[in-house]
Protein backbone atom coordinates (compact mmCIF):
# COMPACT_ATOMS: atom_id res chain seq x y z
CA UNK A 1 0.00 0.00 0.00
CA UNK A 2 1.63 2.71 -0.93
CA UNK A 3 1.91 6.22 1.96
CA UNK A 4 1.17 9.51 1.81
CA UNK A 5 3.29 11.27 -0.52
CA UNK A 6 4.59 14.64 -0.66
CA UNK A 7 6.39 17.34 -2.57
CA UNK A 8 9.22 18.92 -2.68
CA UNK A 9 11.13 17.25 -0.04
CA UNK A 10 13.07 20.53 0.39
CA UNK A 11 12.76 24.23 -0.02
CA UNK A 12 14.41 27.03 0.31
CA UNK A 13 13.29 30.77 -0.05
CA UNK A 14 13.88 34.35 1.15
CA UNK A 15 10.86 36.38 3.21
CA UNK A 16 8.10 37.73 1.51
CA UNK A 17 8.42 35.16 -1.28
CA UNK A 18 5.37 32.58 -1.80
CA UNK A 19 5.53 28.88 -1.77
CA UNK A 20 3.14 25.97 -2.47
CA UNK A 21 3.45 22.29 -0.50
CA UNK A 22 1.71 19.28 -2.19
CA UNK A 23 -0.03 16.38 -0.78
CA UNK A 24 -1.41 13.03 -1.93
CA UNK A 25 -3.22 11.03 0.62
CA UNK A 26 -3.29 7.27 0.94
CA UNK A 27 -5.86 6.14 -1.57
CA UNK A 28 -10.12 6.35 -0.51
CA UNK A 29 -8.72 8.10 2.95
CA UNK A 30 -11.43 10.81 3.55
CA UNK A 31 -9.49 13.09 6.27
CA UNK A 32 -6.39 14.95 5.53
CA UNK A 33 -4.41 17.14 7.77
CA UNK A 34 -1.42 19.27 7.73
CA UNK A 35 0.88 19.92 10.67
CA UNK A 36 3.74 22.50 11.31
CA UNK A 37 6.24 21.06 13.06
CA UNK A 38 9.37 23.49 14.36
CA UNK A 39 12.72 22.16 15.02
CA UNK A 40 12.89 20.44 18.54
CA UNK A 41 8.90 20.30 18.98
CA UNK A 42 5.93 18.27 18.44
CA UNK A 43 4.01 18.91 14.86
CA UNK A 44 0.88 21.75 15.53
CA UNK A 45 -2.49 21.00 13.57
CA UNK A 46 -2.81 23.68 10.71
CA UNK A 47 -5.82 22.58 9.04
CA UNK A 48 -8.03 19.50 8.71
CA UNK A 49 -10.18 18.62 5.71
CA UNK A 50 -13.23 16.18 5.93
CA UNK A 51 -13.58 14.75 1.83
CA UNK A 52 -13.27 18.48 0.54
CA UNK A 53 -14.52 20.48 3.60
CA UNK A 54 -12.57 22.20 5.78
CA UNK A 55 -13.24 20.80 9.86
CA UNK A 56 -11.05 22.55 11.77
CA UNK A 57 -8.36 25.81 10.82
CA UNK A 58 -8.34 26.93 14.13
CA UNK A 59 -4.32 27.33 14.32
CA UNK A 60 -3.61 28.53 10.46
CA UNK A 61 -2.56 31.44 9.95
CA UNK A 62 -5.18 33.45 7.87
CA UNK A 63 -3.17 35.77 6.79
CA UNK A 64 -0.58 34.29 5.19
CA UNK A 65 -1.50 30.27 4.93
CA UNK A 66 -4.28 28.74 2.87
CA UNK A 67 -4.91 25.38 1.79
CA UNK A 68 -7.55 23.52 -0.61
CA UNK A 69 -8.54 19.61 -0.92
CA UNK A 70 -9.95 19.68 -4.57
CA UNK A 71 -12.19 16.72 -5.13
CA UNK A 72 -11.54 15.87 -1.89
CA UNK A 73 -7.90 13.96 -3.04
CA UNK A 74 -5.03 16.07 -3.32
CA UNK A 75 -4.20 19.00 -1.49
CA UNK A 76 -2.25 21.60 -1.62
CA UNK A 77 -0.58 24.28 1.35
CA UNK A 78 0.53 27.84 0.53
CA UNK A 79 2.45 30.50 2.43
CA UNK A 80 2.07 33.82 0.79
CA UNK A 81 4.37 36.12 1.96
CA UNK A 82 6.79 33.91 3.60
CA UNK A 83 8.26 34.80 7.18
CA UNK A 84 11.41 33.79 9.04
CA UNK A 85 9.30 32.03 11.60
CA UNK A 86 7.50 29.62 9.27
CA UNK A 87 10.70 27.80 8.86
CA UNK A 88 9.56 24.06 9.75
CA UNK A 89 8.37 20.94 8.39
CA UNK A 90 5.01 20.71 6.94
CA UNK A 91 3.40 17.40 7.17
CA UNK A 92 0.89 16.14 5.87
CA UNK A 93 -1.47 12.86 7.31
CA UNK A 94 -4.26 11.32 6.23
CA UNK A 95 -6.96 8.92 7.83
CA UNK A 96 -9.45 6.84 6.60
CA UNK A 97 -12.76 7.80 8.48
CA UNK A 98 -15.46 8.72 5.73
CA UNK A 99 -17.92 10.45 7.94
CA UNK A 100 -17.27 12.45 11.28
CA UNK A 101 -13.47 12.45 12.64
CA UNK A 102 -13.37 9.98 15.73
CA UNK A 103 -11.58 9.35 18.61
CA UNK A 104 -10.53 6.12 17.44
CA UNK A 105 -8.69 6.16 14.44
CA UNK A 106 -4.86 6.30 13.08
CA UNK A 107 -3.08 8.69 11.23
CA UNK A 108 -0.60 7.87 8.37
CA UNK A 109 2.08 10.05 8.25
CA UNK A 110 4.17 11.28 4.99
CA UNK A 111 7.94 12.33 5.34
CA UNK A 112 6.99 16.10 5.30
CA UNK A 113 8.66 18.88 3.18
CA UNK A 114 11.27 21.02 5.02
CA UNK A 115 11.27 24.93 4.53
CA UNK A 116 13.96 27.08 4.59
CA UNK A 117 13.26 31.05 5.09
CA UNK A 118 16.25 33.64 4.29
CA UNK B 1 -4.01 22.20 24.49
CA UNK B 2 -1.77 18.70 24.89
CA UNK B 3 -2.45 17.28 28.48
CA UNK B 4 0.48 14.86 28.47
CA UNK B 5 3.88 14.82 30.69
CA UNK B 6 6.63 12.67 29.39
CA UNK B 7 9.87 12.61 30.46
CA UNK B 8 12.05 14.42 28.38
CA UNK B 9 14.52 12.07 27.29
CA UNK B 10 15.45 8.07 28.56
CA UNK B 11 18.27 5.59 27.22
CA UNK B 12 17.78 1.78 27.07
CA UNK B 13 19.98 -0.91 26.30
CA UNK B 14 20.00 -2.83 23.17
CA UNK B 15 17.47 -6.30 24.06
CA UNK B 16 16.17 -5.20 26.93
CA UNK B 17 12.78 -3.82 27.46
CA UNK B 18 12.23 0.17 26.98
CA UNK B 19 9.56 1.46 29.54
CA UNK B 20 7.89 4.56 27.95
CA UNK B 21 5.60 6.85 30.92
CA UNK B 22 2.65 9.25 30.28
CA UNK B 23 0.90 11.25 32.64
CA UNK B 24 -2.79 12.15 31.50
CA UNK B 25 -4.62 13.14 34.90
CA UNK B 26 -7.12 15.51 32.90
CA UNK B 27 -8.32 12.61 30.78
CA UNK B 28 -12.17 12.34 30.04
CA UNK B 29 -13.96 8.72 29.58
CA UNK B 30 -14.57 8.84 26.01
CA UNK B 31 -10.88 9.81 25.29
CA UNK B 32 -8.47 8.10 23.19
CA UNK B 33 -4.40 7.78 24.34
CA UNK B 34 -2.56 7.78 21.18
CA UNK B 35 1.58 6.68 21.33
CA UNK B 36 3.53 7.70 17.99
CA UNK B 37 6.79 8.05 17.46
CA UNK B 38 8.73 9.93 15.29
CA UNK B 39 12.29 8.81 13.47
CA UNK B 40 14.44 11.34 12.77
CA UNK B 41 13.83 12.91 9.39
CA UNK B 42 10.70 11.29 9.04
CA UNK B 43 6.92 11.44 9.76
CA UNK B 44 5.36 10.61 12.96
CA UNK B 45 4.29 6.72 13.04
CA UNK B 46 1.62 5.43 14.47
CA UNK B 47 2.66 2.95 17.38
CA UNK B 48 -0.57 2.02 19.11
CA UNK B 49 -3.80 3.20 21.37
CA UNK B 50 -6.33 2.22 24.23
CA UNK B 51 -8.95 3.36 25.66
CA UNK B 52 -9.47 1.49 29.27
CA UNK B 53 -8.13 -2.18 28.45
CA UNK B 54 -4.30 -2.91 27.93
CA UNK B 55 -3.13 -3.50 24.55
CA UNK B 56 -0.65 -5.36 22.86
CA UNK B 57 0.24 -5.27 18.82
CA UNK B 58 3.38 -6.17 16.93
CA UNK B 59 5.16 -3.33 17.55
CA UNK B 60 3.96 -2.75 21.23
CA UNK B 61 2.41 -3.14 24.20
CA UNK B 62 0.36 -0.25 26.01
CA UNK B 63 -0.27 -0.23 29.69
CA UNK B 64 -3.31 1.93 31.06
CA UNK B 65 -3.60 2.25 34.68
CA UNK B 66 -7.41 1.60 35.93
CA UNK B 67 -7.86 5.35 36.80
CA UNK B 68 -6.72 6.10 32.91
CA UNK B 69 -4.55 8.50 34.80
CA UNK B 70 -1.41 7.58 33.52
CA UNK B 71 -0.16 4.93 30.93
CA UNK B 72 3.36 3.15 30.11
CA UNK B 73 4.31 2.10 26.34
CA UNK B 74 6.45 -0.84 26.61
CA UNK B 75 9.06 -2.04 23.56
CA UNK B 76 9.58 -5.54 24.22
CA UNK B 77 13.29 -5.78 22.97
CA UNK B 78 14.48 -2.63 21.89
CA UNK B 79 16.71 -2.45 18.69
CA UNK B 80 18.85 0.34 17.55
CA UNK B 81 16.05 0.97 15.36
CA UNK B 82 13.73 2.05 17.79
CA UNK B 83 15.67 5.28 18.75
CA UNK B 84 13.22 8.22 18.03
CA UNK B 85 10.97 10.62 19.72
CA UNK B 86 7.78 9.17 21.25
CA UNK B 87 4.77 11.32 21.75
CA UNK B 88 2.35 10.24 24.20
CA UNK B 89 -1.21 11.86 22.60
CA UNK B 90 -4.89 12.50 24.28
CA UNK B 91 -6.91 12.72 21.47
CA UNK B 92 -9.79 14.99 22.54
CA UNK B 93 -13.12 15.51 20.86
CA UNK B 94 -13.70 19.20 19.68
CA UNK B 95 -16.94 20.67 20.40
CA UNK B 96 -16.33 23.88 18.15
CA UNK B 97 -14.88 21.29 14.85
CA UNK B 98 -17.25 18.43 16.02
CA UNK B 99 -14.03 16.40 15.05
CA UNK B 100 -11.70 15.33 16.90
CA UNK B 101 -7.89 16.81 17.33
CA UNK B 102 -4.43 15.20 17.66
CA UNK B 103 -2.07 17.23 19.73
CA UNK B 104 1.70 16.64 19.96
CA UNK B 105 3.21 17.72 22.62
CA UNK B 106 7.24 17.62 22.69
CA UNK B 107 7.51 13.58 23.52
CA UNK B 108 10.50 11.75 24.72
CA UNK B 109 13.30 11.27 22.76
CA UNK B 110 14.74 7.58 23.49
CA UNK B 111 18.01 6.51 22.64
CA UNK B 112 19.04 2.72 22.58
CA UNK B 113 22.37 1.99 23.02
CA UNK B 114 24.42 -0.93 21.45
Known amino acids: EAGVAQSPRYKIIEKRQSVAFWCNPI?????LYWYQQILGQGPKLLIQ????????DSQLPKDRFSAERLKGVDSTLKIQPAKLEDSAVYLC????????????????FGSGTQLSVL | DAKTTQPTSMDCAEGRAANLPCNHS???????VYWYRQIHSQGPQYIIH???NNETNEMASLIITEDRKSSTLILPHATLRDTAVYYC???????????????FGEGTQLTVNP
Open chain 2, 50 to 52: GLK
Open chain 2, 89 to 103: IVRRYSRETSGSRLT
Open chain 2, 26 to 32: TISGNEY
Open chain 1, 27 to 31: SGHAT
Open chain 1, 49 to 56: FQNNGVVD
Open chain 1, 93 to 108: ASSLRRFRPATNEKLF
